[in-house]
């Protein structure tokens, strides 16, 4: 007995051995998979860019070591399996990959606003089977649209707009019963619409397209009717076949002159604004100030020009920025949110709260209008646009680069009001969106933040942590390094990206994109993004390169210097409790600009917190 016992044990022992044995061999085999997933990408695709170039295999005995690479979010920060790919705007180049089948986790796939060519894989369920939201937007797919997407179950978005698609759209599409996302506007497609089951796949998602027919565009024209047309005309006309020829190509000269003339009419594509003219011009306007609170959709609409082109002020993550006046001369900005998934009575409740916030340097939110699934704010004009224009105009020619007091001013300003959102406004905002395209600037180039609370509000309780939704991070070039691996926004993440704005101001450089040649001027010294050009001078104590040319030589290169200090503490310690916190940088940036007397009496209270007490109470003591 003793001994069948024993012999019991040992294989029970063997037994869970050997499972774990084979688990830990399936994980480590699943972790492989997916660094030659990344491996396999990296080689199929052309990165003229070099951001790929961070990239790098060659330790590959660190936990998750991927997890770090640009645009690579994991499951977890200890393995190797990744959740999803965020590629947008890389400029990268080549036809779809087929190396994702070997990231067998993966759940979002964004490659949007690249160069990739050629046709989608007809095995195209094979290689990203798991995907729940696939973007491929703006880039140059032809062909057809393969049937194969549809067998892609779990898709929640899919959006293939701005390519270079033809035929028909794959009735099999209405099998992906979960699409709430949907987009092929801008192709060369033709045919009839499926019927989609969502009520969010309106109009717009296939807008622009060579001939689609059906709801919700116009009814396809019966093809009995049509050769009844022709019978008629045959017979009234004698005409022969070679005039019918002449017809047809008449018929489709004209055609196109008429696409070819709406486009000019309507080159941006704003059906969807036009849409809001038939029983919706009645629709009101909430405004926060009496004066003007009978204000009607209409009057935006007018304000706009139905929201032309030409009037974008600019375009960003949240939404497009229109300029309008309205019939009184007063300018207005009017922001239609992007892809806005709150229900009505959430976007109202949410409205008023960000309408109760006030602040110098943040853009007034005056008002909103909920119109179908439009959601349209109304914001005070800014008349010199956003400073990323003004550091990075599309001319360059006539370009004249800010001078320092201006930059101090707007860098002081800036940072007084994203202090304010961090540590004196009820709820406290993490604002998550902090770049050089969320600052607008008054005809004084007075500062002002826009976009505040459009990401999540912060919980007044929690105000350290605040999970992200669907794993939006912010601009590229910005975003705080742990955000990839945490997918939780802190305070110290906007303290992070606001120090990319201050290093954009001292330096004059993009935020995205750095090139220095060598002195010899012979080849590249350096490229990649802007932090990555600050680590190595900083590196190589070379910091004072950085500075933009314009503005030595005028008897403020200490001032310059410790604004480019205070940057660095923003960005470069690794770990984010070392980054100071929003009013420590307002605090600093003050001091140094202390002569320009460009603040007035301050609204922000101190902050509480633990951590921060020593040496807030130095700075108030110096000051």
Known sequence: MKKMGGRLVFAIFFGNCLCLLLLLSSLADANQANIDCLKTFKSQVEDPNRYLSTWDFGNQTAQGFICKFTGVTC???DENRVLSLKLSGLGLRGVFPQGFKLCSDLTGLDLSRNNFSGPLPSNLTDVIHLVTTLDLSYNGF???IPVSISNISFLNSLMLQHNQFTGQLPPQLVLLGRLKTFSVADNRLEGPIPKFNSTSINSESFANNLNLCGKPLDDCKSSNGS??????????GGLTGAALVVGGVLFFYFRQMGVVRKKQDDPEGNRWAKSLMKGQKGVKVFMFKNSVSKMKLSDLMKATEEFKKYNIIGTGRTGTMYKGVLEDGTPLMIKRLQDSQRSEKELDSEMKTLGSVKNR???????YCIANKERLLIYEYMA??????QLHPADEESFNPLDWPSRLKIAIGAAKGLAWLHHSCNPRIIHRNISSKC?????????KISDFGLARLMNPIDTHLSTFVNGEFGDFGYVAPEYS???VATPKGDVYSFGVVLLELVTGQKATSVTKVSEEGEEESFKGNLVEWITKLSSE???QEAIDRSLLGNGVDDEIFKVLKVACNCVLPEVPKQRPTMFEVYQLLRAIGESYNFTVDDDILIPSESGEGDFIEELIVAR
């Open 485 to 487: 691996r945490t997918m």
């Open 439 to 447: 600052i607008l600037l008054t005809a004084e180039f007075e500062p």
């Open 227 to 236: 050769r009844g047309k022709v019978i008629i005309i045959a017979a009234v």
């Open 541 to 543: 104590s070379k910091l």
């Open 384 to 389: 010199n646009g956003y400073l990323y224009d």
């Open 142 to 144: 032809s062909g057809e």
């Open 75 to 77: 499951w977890h920060d």
């Open 361 to 367: 340097n943040l853009v007034p939110l005056l008002g």
